[in-house]
């Protein structure tokens, strides 16, 4: 079955202890990407990756790291978390070949930073 | 960049009446549009998509249409049940950037019994 597979779920935790949330997906997708959703504001993206060891930044990326070092796998890295982060957040996976499919979410992960 | 502005933010129809979710875009080199349903506790999956080469496309209950000239675009649900109750984004495929997507804030549609 074609799934984005982020871990984990939901989580808690405190301002300053660094985290990682995980994103895989089995569709052989060169792009993939992050979001935050937000009440009134939708999706807004994080930072996204065209291929392995190539990442950008979106349009919301301040006190977020990722990479990219294997197809499958783009986490997403928060070094000292802030209250502000506590989100919503999506991982997203496509392809970038012909014409170009549209973008296969992940679960989500509920993350709120006390 | 892109803009998408999303319109209304809430919704609610009778069961059985059409819903209308509208969409307007900033950039008119934005060549996809897809629209998603968020169901609670699940991530956005795509139910239609145009592309810009395309007025109208349908699928059974779900239509969407796309005017290039006025850069807007629109979802439209008939014989409305219960399960279509979610939130709806819809997004534009903003062409710098290759696959970046720009979503509206979403619709939270309500189908009362």
């Known amino acids: 079955e074609a799934q984005v597979t982020q871990n984990p779920r939901y989580l808690i935790t405190v301002t300053g202890k660094k985290l990682t949330v995980t994103c895989s997906q089995n569709m052989n997708h060169e792009y993939m990407s992050w979001y935050r959703q937000d009440p009134g504001l939708g999706l807004r993206q994080i930072y996204y990756?065209?291929?392995?060891?190539?990442?950008d930044k979106g349009d919301v990326p301040e006190g977020y790291k990722v990479s990219r070092k294997e197809k499958r796998n783009f986490p997403l890295i928060l070094e000292s978390p802030s209250p502000n982060q506590t989100s919503l957040y999506f991982c997203?996976?496509?392809?970038?070949?012909?014409?170009?499919?549209?973008?296969?979410f992940g679960q989500g992960t509920r993350l709120t930073v006390v | 960049g892109e803009n998408v502005e999303q319109h209304p933010s809430t919704l609610s129809v009778q069961e059985g009446d059409s819903a209308v979710i509208k969409c307007t875009y900033s950039?008119?080199?934005?060549?996809?549009f897809p629209w998603y349903k968020q169901e609670l506790g699940k991530g956005p999956q795509l139910i239609i998509d145009i592309r810009s080469n395309v007025g109208e496309k349908k699928d059974q209950r779900i239509a969407v249409t796309l005017n290039k000239t006025a850069k807007h675009f629109s979802l439209h649900i008939t014989e409305t049940q219960p399960e279509d109750s979610a939130v709806y984004f819809c997004?534009?495929?903003?062409?710098?950037?290759?696959?970046?997507?720009?979503f509206g804030q979403g619709t939270r549609l309500t189908i009362n019994p």
């Open positions: 997004a534009a495929r903003y062409l710098q950037g290759a696959q970046k997507l720009v």
């Open positions: 997203a996976s496509s392809s970038t070949r012909g014409r170009a499919s549209s973008a296969f």
């Open positions: 990756s065209m291929n392995v060891e190539v990442t």
């Open positions: 950039d008119s080199a934005s060549n996809y």
